[in-house]
């Protein structure tokens, strides 16, 4: 297939696309940087793109946004909302307006979409959205892809976990690990609903292979954890201890709002349409995906 991908540079994005290539598909990223060959040029927050190098693709799959992490300040999550909204819409009405359209978009989400839960409820895809900042967000950003879909573009919004490799929340959190200081956050009993980097490729692979999967679609692994669990595998598989914890109150002061939607709260989501359609995890449960991701260069 010929693939497009906003975000190719990314943490996932350039995982994702290399291991397109060594499958044997063409990427085509799609780039603020102009005049790169075999590149879409695009400015988002101008509201600009290069309409024709889209023309033909089998696939779009779109990554780009706004790093959330940080302190929120309003200016922030200003830019948060911008980033993802604005790109999205930009990117869904101008494949829509092609002559030869792709036969699927998958836009990126996050399980955020669900707001905090309780440990024990477990979320599909069919749950409502969540209350808080990124789940109106994720309402918002889903929200966008409505032009492609209107114009009979298979659109699938993927809402993913935390993605578990070098880089993304395990990177913020890998220093301090590393020489022995890490644990657990507040209570360690919130949720993580977490993917393994090598396993959005084939996911993604499963997704356009079949057509039955449209709208949201959570990728997210069969097993989620309590970030008290999270924590122990990370250490596991750097051979550090993690025998820290960090207050809850001490995470409020130093992350704020983002610590308490990101850190301190958790939802249990479960990969129903993945599964329901016959997807095989590569990496099902967390000890054998943090080994994969850090074990080896350790």
């Not at 032009?147 to 490799?165: F, H, K, S």
């Not at 209570?187 to 292979?209: F, K, T, Y």
Request: hydrophobic content about 50%; overall charge positive; charged content about 20%.
């Amino acid at each position: 297939m010929r693939i497009g991908i906003t975000g190719a540079s990314g943490f996932i994005g350039r995982r994702l696309a290399a291991t397109l290539r060594a499958e044997g598909h063409a990427v085509v990223p799609v780039t603020r940087r102009a005049g790169v060959p075999g590149t879409v040029w695009w400015d988002p927050a101008a509201g600009r793109i290069d309409a024709s190098g889209l023309e033909g693709l089998d696939a779009a799959v779109h990554l780009a946004g706004e790093n959330v992490s940080g302190w929120w300040t309003a200016r922030k999550k200003q830019r948060i909302a911008d980033s993802r909204v604005r790109g999205t819409d930009l990117l869904a009405r101008t494949l829509a307006g092609l002559e030869r359209r792709p036969g699927c978009l998958i836009a990126n989400s996050g399980v955020h979409y669900y707001g905090a839960r309780a440990p024990d409820d477990a979320v599909a895809e069919d749950a409502p959205a969540g209350e808080g900042f990124l789940a109106s967000l994720a309402v918002a950003w889903e929200s966008a892809t409505a032009p492609a879909e209107a114009a009979g573009i298979r659109v699938v919004r993927a809402r993913m976990g935390m993605v578990i490799g070098r880089g993304g929340a395990i990177a913020v959190m890998l220093p301090l690990f590393q020489i022995g200081l890490g644990g657990s956050i507040g209570s360690g009993r919130q949720v993580v609903s977490w993917i393994a980097l090598d396993e959005i490729a084939p996911a993604m692979l499963h997704v356009l292979a079949t057509p039955a999967l449209r709208g949201p679609v959570n990728f997210v692994a069969p097993e989620p954890v309590p970030f008290a669990e999270l924590a122990r595998a990370l250490g596991r598989a750097l051979h550090r201890p993690t025998l820290f914890t960090v207050p809850a109150f001490a995470a409020r002061l130093a992350l704020g709002e983002m610590g308490e939607e990101m850190v301190l709260s958790g939802v249990r989501v479960v990969p129903g349409r993945l599964l329901a359609t016959g997807y095989r995890f590569r990496f099902p449960e967390i000890s054998g995906a943090m080994e994969h991701a850090l074990g080896a260069r350790a």
